[in-house]
């Protein structure tokens, strides 16, 4: 399975705190440094099990993992360990 560092989300307004991500940008190799890619395509690769997203922190790296809403959405978010806040939303635009 391949890992990529997110490094960048996208808003429809990325000054807002409450827009849902549209967009993820990842590093995907040396000469392909930038890729960014919907949120669908993110969680069907998620889901299929042949990539694996992660945001650096200080640490430790917190991966991204699918999760179902109470009303049916689907989305992605960093997996909760110790850290209660989601690094996703922390991440510049790209």
């Known amino acids: ?21 549209t967009h993820i940008a990842y590093i995907e190799s040396f ?4 890729v960014v890619i919907t949120i669908e395509e993110a969680i069907r690769r998620i889901a299929k099990n042949n990539k694996e997203f992660y945001i650096r922190g200080v640490t430790n790296m917190d991966y991204l993992e699918v999760v179902n809403s109470d009303e049916g ?9 110790n850290n209660k806040r989601d690094n996703l939303l922390r991440l510049q635009g790209c």
């Open 31 to 34: 000469f392909n440094s930038r």
């Open 1 to 21: 399975m391949a890992n990529y560092q997110v490094i960048g989300i996208r808003r429809p307004n990325q000054k807002s705190t409450h827009d849902q991500i």
């Open 73 to 81: 959405k689907t989305f992605i978010k960093t997996r909760q360990e």
